[in-house]
């Protein structure tokens, strides 16, 4: 091997005129910046959904009318959509700037026999790099001297440990990341023991976190199923309503009257049926829905992503950082004497393994980066305080670094009488085998230990001790008398709450998915841990990469884990399970998540441990980095769901009595019961209802015990349909027979319009109650109601009330007087509208009519 000194002290690197030639050739060291929509072009592909044009269709018809503040309102939501999705367009350019960012950070290079400091982004091709614990590798780079060099590049291979590098032979090719004694390092991945000279490969999009940027860049976004159910359901009613409202022109007009009265009626009757409401109550739901989930630590960067949470049946995470807490933690000590099994925050240790702790720990760096160091370190405050083990005022007087040949490191002391030096290893079980020179017996009782501890998940290392007396030190470890203290077992472990929501999510009908980069026994181990279906079923990157997509889609449905995957192959994971008609969401926290996770139908990073690149590229962040969160954000996408599904069934059946009153008057040649000021009342009511009142509806009570929705399953069924129009004819024929009563019994017009609106209002107030639940009666969905539906309730009496019994209100709205038998007729006639439904309900009929698709 190369010795590093005699090559940094020889090393002349690139001269100014070389690196400006391959900085003009290659490029900055960045990836390079996507091509922006205009906001004109991302406006006018807005404006192409159906949605939007009836918004644009309706607030025109306002502008005809005279109702500037009705157009300018619908106008305005518009713009805010727009906005919206302005905003949604820019998150692939925002993944791929801070892709950027986390591949320029500072280097330290070797130009014209000078070591300087420069920005990542100027590092060129062929530059010499000098790279130390804690700096960010700025380029794919060969390694050319190293000494003790290990990097963490669990951002690109999801790996939990380090990985061990060695020195280039001067021919091999690049290596695809993974694994220890690569000859190679990669921009982004963080030194974290050791010191290398290496030698910049590849640099910008050319690296290993280039590919991955133009891989994210490449993925499109696909319409979530709320969107496209909505967009059916939009077309429908437009659809509908120019039918009817062509028909009311040319039924007026070829009966012989006014064309243009015809024309006017059909343009009320259109007004009447347009569903301006459901872009509102879209918008407003997920906001508030994104509102409620923010309170639960997460954060939502794509609203749409929160109701097809509800419908996610299969959810893909990350191992590192996502069910573990991507840190070491001493698990297991082994001596001659046995094991000893190590709890969280002990303070206490047995005698007998004072030894292997003190001596783990003089193997180790004094100021550690290395997590296993560090968590020696930790171990040893918390156990050997107040011992004779911890030696804070020794110190090393030489090194020996580890080596492809003899996996082990060892480091010397100086002892505090100055008389002989101290060294401890540690290392591979089988090279401080080696070392110690143990015999075959002592050897396989060793390795037995080891094979207990690897099968339980564990990373072991093995620890040794010598003496050496006061002179000169030998050259190699080999020439130590090395004895054999034991074994330090060390584990990444599992989040807590994690099998539990696990669990959960099973009950839910919700397949938890582990794809890692880590190996197949550790992926495994972790899989029992938290309760994965099938844990000694793994398929690994190698089989997947000798797979074709056919093939992988007919296995993948009996896979829980994966195992050494690479980027692509999440990606294909990914695809092969959305092509297979899942609905997947993925979690990650690293880099080489962001493709899955912007793939997936939901994208969850990881908030705290997780990259600006995971974070951008997701549609929703936990910030607490919990799993658990997950399930709460399932919940909340279910309800929100549930909701939506009864809000436009109300939107739907109270538009039903609405429009027949405005209309079947004027048919029979009666006065006119509804005018403007009455429908403008009603949509007093109508507004805060279908959007605030069903947003805060509680959940139903089997929401995380029933299987997901399919995919396939309409947002508004048929059977939904013909319930939501039941209800609105049978409230519309109630309403009408009242008017029809009152006028038959001598009331008159102005007393016969109040009566009935009374009974309109108060059958509105309970389509709203009895819609709030498909499930529970009346009497329990009144209990268990949230107090918005009492404040939308009280609001609509207090001003029916003023517009009954002011005469300054009764005048404008043209009411007779009612007496308090009338209010009881109608409350009565209101009550017996809906009779009928609350009856289905008692039978379970309403929710299996509505599954009707």
Same mark, same amino acid.
């Given at each position: ?35 922006? #929509?205009? $906001? ?17 269709? =309706? ?26 999705? @302005?905003?949604?367009?820019? !998150? ?10 986390? =591949? ?44 003790? @060099? ?12 380090? *990985? ?21 390092? &990669? ?5 974290? #023991? ?17 590919? $991955? ?6 993925? %499109? ?13 939009? !077309? ?102 046995? &094991? ?22 003089l193997a180790s760096q004094e100021d550690p980066f290395d997590p296993i160091e560090k968590e020696l370190r930790r171990f040893g405050d918390g156990c050997l305080t107040g011992t004779e083990h911890l030696h804070r005022n020794w110190k090393v007087v030489r090194e020996y670094p580890l080596s492809k040949e003899l996996l082990s490191l060892a480091h010397a002391w100086e002892s505090p009488d100055h008389m002989r030096y101290v060294v401890a ?20 009782? *060793? ?14 290392? %093995? ?8 002179? +000169?030190l030998p050259e190699a470890q080999h020439d130590f008398e090395f004895g054999l203290v034991g074994l330090c077992a060390f584990m990444d472990p599992v989040r807590e709450g994690v099998p539990a929501s696990v669990a959960e999510a099973a009950a839910a009908g919700i397949r938890v998915v582990m794809i890692t980069g880590d190996y197949p026994g550790t992926a495994s181990f972790i899989a029992r841990e938290i309760g994965l279906r099938d844990p ?24 829980? *884990? ?40 939901? +994208? ?63 048919? @029979? +040649? ?107 009666? &009346? ?19 207090? *001003? ?54």
């Open positions: 091997m190369p010795d590093l000194n005699d090559l940094l002290a020889s090393a002349r690197g690139l001269t100014d005129a070389e690196v400006l030639a391959r900085r003009a050739a290659d490029g900055l060291n960045e990836l390079p910046s996507q091509k922006k #929509q205009s $906001i004109l072009a991302l406006a006018l592909g807005v404006l192409k959904e159906p949605m939007l044009l009836l918004l644009l269709a =309706a607030g025109g018809i306002y502008l005809v009318l005279g109702g500037v503040k009705d157009a300018m309102m619908l106008l305005t939501f518009v713009l805010v959509v727009i906005g919206i999705t @302005f905003y949604q367009e820019r !998150k692939t350019e925002n993944a791929l700037d801070a892709l950027r960012g986390l =591949a320029s950070p500072r280097a330290l290079v070797i130009r014209g026999g000078r070591q300087l400091r420069v920005a990542g982004r100027e590092v060129v091709r062929d530059d010499l790099l000098y790279l130390t614990e804690g700096d960010r590798v700025p380029a794919d780079a060969y390694v050319l001297a190293c000494v003790n @060099f290990s990097a963490d590049e669990s951002l690109l291979t999801g790996e939990s440990v380090p *990985v061990r590098k060695a020195a280039w032979d001067g021919s091999s090719p690049a290596p695809r990341p993974g694994g220890d004694d690569l000859p190679y390092v &990669f921009s982004g991945s963080l030194v974290v #023991q050791g010191r290398a000279l290496a030698k910049a490969a590849a640099t910008g999009p050319r690296s290993e976190i280039g590919r $991955i940027g133009r891989a994210l860049e490449s993925i %499109a976004q696909e319409e979530t199923p709320l969107n496209r159910e909505t967009g059916r359901i939009v !077309k429908i009613f437009a659809v509908t309503g120019a039918v009817l409202c062509a028909a009311v022109v040319l039924v007026t007009g070829l009966s012989g009257g006014s064309w243009l009265k015809g024309f006017l009626s059909g343009l009320t009757l259109g007004m009447a049926m347009l569903p301006e409401e459901f872009p509102v109550v879209l918008v407003i739901f997920l906001t508030i829905g994104a509102w409620r989930i923010s309170r639960k630590n997460v954060l939502t960067r794509r609203m749409q992503a929160i109701e097809t949470m509800g419908a996610a049946t299969v959810l893909c995470t990350d191992k590192t950082g996502t069910l573990t807490l991507n840190s070491m933690r001493l698990r297991e000590l082994w001596t001659t004497g046995g &094991f000893h099994s190590v709890r969280d925050g002990a303070r206490d240790l047995p005698e007998e393994f004072h030894a292997l702790a003190e001596y783990a720990i290893a540690k290392g591979a079980p089988e090279a401080i085998i080696d070392l110690c020179h143990l015999g075959r017996e002592a050897g396989a009782e *060793v390795m037995k230990a080891v094979a207990e501890l690897s099968s339980r998940g564990l990373r072991v290392l %093995a620890v040794a001790r010598a003496q050496s007396d006061k002179g +000169g000694e079923t793994v398929m690994t990157g190698p089989e997947l990469a000798g797979m074709a997509p056919e093939e992988l889609r007919a296995r993948i449905s009996g896979i829980s *884990v994966f195992a050494r995957v690479v980027p692509e192959q999440k990606l294909a994971i990914v695809d092969a399970l959305k092509a297979n008609g899942e609905i997947v969401a993925m979690t990650g926290d690293g880099v080489n998540d962001a493709p899955a996770l912007k793939s997936a139908h939901i +994208g969850v990073a990881m908030g705290g441990r997780g990259t600006d690149v995971a974070r951008e590229a997701a549609a929703i962040v936990l910030m607490d980095d919990d799993f658990s969160s997950i399930v709460h954000a399932i919940r909340l996408g279910r309800r929100i769901y549930d909701n939506l599904k009864k809000a436009i069934a109300y939107i739907l059946s109270v538009h039903v009595p609405i429009a027949g009153m405005s209309l079947l008057p004027v048919l @029979f +040649g009666m006065p006119v019961v509804l005018l403007p000021a009455h429908i403008a009342f009603l949509e007093l009511i109508i507004d805060p209802a279908c959007s605030v009142v069903f947003e805060a509806g509680r959940e139903e009570h089997d929401i995380m015990s029933r299987p997901p929705r399919s995919a396939r399953e309409p947002l508004f069924s048929r059977g939904m349909a013909a319930l939501s129009l039941l209800q609105g004819f049978s409230v519309l024929a109630v309403v009408f027979g009242i008017f029809l009563l009152s006028l038959r019994l001598g009331k008159g017009e102005e007393e016969a319009r109040a009566l009935s609106f009374a009974a309109l209002v108060f059958a509105n107030l309970m389509l709203i109650i009895t819609n709030l639940s498909w499930r529970d009666n &009346f009497v329990r969905t009144m209990k268990e109601a949230h107090s918005t539906l009492w404040w939308v309730c009280a609001g609509a009496l207090a *001003v029916m009330a003023l517009a009954l019994y002011a005469p300054f209100m009764r005048g404008l709205f043209h009411f007779g007087v009612l007496h308090g038998h009338d209010l009881a007729f109608a409350l009565g006639g209101g009550a017996v509208s809906l009779a009928w439904f609350e009856a289905l309900k008692v039978f379970g009929g309403a929710r299996r009519a509505a599954a009707v698709s």
